[in-house]
């Protein structure tokens, strides 16, 4: 039996914490009994807890009366954390329990929670796009990745916004007891077992600092339109009518990236759909989505993923038979 703890609070984020639970629930159809999930909900304080929609959650126990070592401890995240003040005796707790767990991490932006507890120190972390930036001004020793779904870091694990936590789920679901397991149950709930690229694919993250009239947003906007075009500094300023030098100055300080970074993860995350999608051939992924050649997509691939184009399309191209669950 593995043991999953959940953290809620006054103000939590409802899917956040009935997302994932409802991942390892229903993986629970799909195995053995002596692998079945246990699922507990802690309050981080005492009595039953409103959620941001209005919902009430009744925890299983009160954090002080748990000193378990869980397979997993998360906490959910909400929309008051960021400027939710530090709970000494909780965050105590939080460290010494996500010490004695074999896996810990966040939903959301319970990352907050976690760097309260002292827990984000020198890693590497996500969180909801929104919060990214103060995660990274009150916690300035984690290094926060903004546009990932979700990341490990050891035994830390950390989500982006909301659904992106059932994301991490699977992930971990399929750490447990493989890749079919958490297939058929992305199935069952209807969702990606592995969304392509970041946040940046379905959030304003891309756009989060500017204005949508903003020369920025506009020059975001044809990035994302004309993958294949010339997509240097110069052009992109002539496209929005500045000098390359003040357009550079204006999209980092905006948008807090360069533009060469922007196109080359605009380009990679265009890359992953095909990889994961379609078969089509190195050389005609790489010329759809603007690298020109496979050799300059097979680097950027090495330089932001650690694997090839070729490795990436291996390890999340899903084909093969149905999988058939164990019989009792």
Known sequence: ?????????????????????DVFTEANRFLMPAEHYS??????????????NGATIV????????????????????????WRAKDPEFSKWLAAASERSKRFGSICN?????????????????????????????FPEARVESDRIYLSDGRLYTSAGVTAGIDLALFLLSEDVGADVSL??????????????????FSPYLTHY??????VCIAQRYVLENLTENLSVAALATVVSMSPRNFARV?????RITPADFVEGARLDAARVFLE?????????????????????RLAFQRRFGVTAQQYRESFRRVGPPYEPPRE
């Open 1 to 21: 039996m593995r043991e999953v703890a959940l953290v809620v609070f006054q103000g939590v984020q409802s899917l956040d914490v009935f997302g994932p639970l």
């Open 210 to 215: 500017v204005s949508e009239d903003s020369p």
């Open 59 to 82: 925890p299983h126990l009160y954090y002080p009366e748990s000193a378990e070592c869980f397979d997993l401890l998360l906490v959910a995240g909400g929309p008051c954390l960021p």
């Open 184 to 201: 058929n149950v992305a199935k069952r709930l209807v969702v990606f077992t592995q969304r392509s690229g970041g946040q940046s694919q």
């Open 251 to 255: 999209f980092v300080r905006d948008a």
């Open 277 to 297: 999608s379609s078969d089509e051939p190195m050389k005609t992924v790489a010329f759809r989505c603007g690298f020109g050649s496979p050799n300059r997509m």
């Open 110 to 138: 319970g990352a907050f929670l976690l760097g309260h507890a002292g827990l984000l120190k020198g890693r590497r972390v996500t969180t909801h796009w929104n919060d990214a930036y103060r995660l990274s001004e009150c």
């Open 39 to 52: 699922l507990k909900i802690v309050g981080a304080e005492p009595g039953p807890v409103q959620c941001s």
